[in-house]
């Protein structure tokens, strides 16, 4: 809930929870540690942020999921993982080359990369996230075709290079180039009300999170676990994919992926969330 | 039914005429009264209870659930709890304050608020091409909501 909206909701909810019993639901509170290793689910916000706290997506969900996501071996999303591994280590394009020939053993070359991304990039002057960067090495350094939109071995490779920062603090630097005027049209289009029915992603993310919306519980909105694994769909769920089905739902058309409006959120919503561990790869619903 | 659309009606059936054909209340035209209330009906007919239900349900039309508990609604799974229940709707409030809010919650609640306006134009950015021009509901959807919104009792 955002700070100033605190005691209105609160009050609402009371009353809704009054009528059905125990509808409404605080995010769960609960300890994630995936091989071993904590992971910072639940953290105080910096001062100049919307919200006191911020929680990440996993504390919303249910018992069930919360559990397979803790679990390694039980988790689908790690199939990806592996996936995107042999993509890393396959030569492709008339270069002759891997990821790997470059980039050697990716648990030391990428540890700690998808954290901080998106990052600046000098020569396109704009924001790259890693599917960016990854068509760009394809590109240029590799001779190959650059990867359409969730193609299958793009998302599989964004998992793998994700899944390399786990439990790293997300943190991108707004001090190179222009990122602050991306983060500023982020914040924009966060705040902006789009289609037949009128919301923004702060009006379901920041004003309700807690909340069920039909049988969804709401969460603050966090991009710390993506790609994400979804349980109803049954596969993996780029980042550029869930904020286009999220526009889609308030019965807008969206914009393309990797177009400068979803890159611009991209960059805000990732500060929204900075401090969260990734996740990478998440089990949602 | 206000007074001279009732004399109207009844007119046209005296006279054989059929129907009257005024047509409902298009959304720029819809009025609402310095206490927030729309007494007028948007249209000729009653409203529908039973079909006003559907639409409350219903995913692709009202979608009332997604926000609101309704106890006498239990044979439909997941009500959500992001507006009040709406238990009792009808004791609060009259048939013309229910009507307002329905047509357009942002003239009762203010901007702010995540309800959507189900008989208005007045919407967000970049609406979907299938939607555009469009209300959520039609006037005689509104109507039967509001006709179910009033058996809400208890």
């Known amino acids: 809930m955002g700070k100033n909206k605190l005691g209105l909701a609160a009050a609402a909810g009371l009353t809704a929870s009054l009528a059905l019993g125990s509808a409404y639901s605080e995010p769960v509170e609960d ?32 018992d069930e999921t919360r559990a397979l996501e803790a ?94 920062s786990l439990g790293e603090p997300v943190e991108i630097d707004l001090a190179e180039g222009d990122m602050q005027k991306w983060w500023e049209r982020g914040k924009d289009r966060y705040y902006l009300r789009t289609g037949q029915l009128n919301m923004a992603c702060a009006t379901c993310h920041e004003d309700y999170n807690g909340r069920y919306i039909r049988a969804d519980h709401l969460s603050q909105g966090n991009v710390n676990g993506f790609p994400t694994y979804r349980l109803n769909t049954g596969g993996m769920v780029s980042l550029h994919n869930r904020f286009r089905g999220c526009i889609r739902d308030t019965r807008a058309e969206f914009p393309a992926a990797f177009s400068d409006d979803l890159m611009a959120l991209e960059v805000y919503v990732t500060w929204r969330g900075q401090g969260l561990s990734v996740e990478t790869p998440a089990v949602r619903q | 039914m206000t007074k001279p659309l009732v004399y109207a009606a009844l007119a046209a059936v005296l006279l054989g005429t059929g129907p009257v054909t005024a047509g409902p209340v298009e959304p720029g035209n819809v009025e609402f009264a310095e206490d927030f209330t729309v007494s007028a009906s948007l249209t000729d007919e009653a409203g529908d209870p039973a079909e006003g239900r559907k639409a409350f349900a219903d995913r692709s039309l009202g979608n009332c659930l997604a926000c609101h508990a309704v106890t006498e609604m239990s044979d439909q799974q997941f009500h959500g709890d992001v507006g009040p229940s709406l238990d009792g709707v009808a004791e609060r409030y009259d048939p013309a304050f229910l009507r307002a809010i329905v047509v357009n919650a942002k003239h009762v609640f203010g901007e702010q608020t995540i309800m959507p306006g189900f008989y208005t134009l007045e919407v967000g950015v970049d609406v979907a091409e299938k939607h555009q021009g469009k209300t959520i509901l039609s006037a005689q959807q509104v109507e039967d909501v509001v006709a179910y919104l009033t058996t809400l009792t208890d």
């Open chain 1, 71 to 164: 679990d390694s071996f039980e988790n689908p999303g790690m199939l990806y993982v592996e996936r995107g591994e042999e993509i890393w280590n396959a030569v492709d394009g008339a270069a002759g080359k891997s990821c790997a020939s470059c980039h050697q053993d990716a648990s030391e070359t990428m540890a700690g990369v998808g954290a901080s991304y998106p990052k600046w990039n000098e020569a396109a002057g704009k924001p790259y996230n890693l599917e960016l960067q990854i068509n760009e090495c394809r590109v240029e350094q590799m001779q190959a075709e650059p990867y359409k939109f969730d193609a299958p071995e793009q998302v599989a490779l964004a998992t793998f290079i994700k899944h390399q």
């Open chain 1, 31 to 62: 300890k994630l540690v995936i091989d071993g290793r904590e992971m910072t689910t639940w953290t105080e916000a910096p001062a100049d942020h919307p919200f006191d706290e911020l929680i990440s997506g996993w504390h919303y969900r249910t």
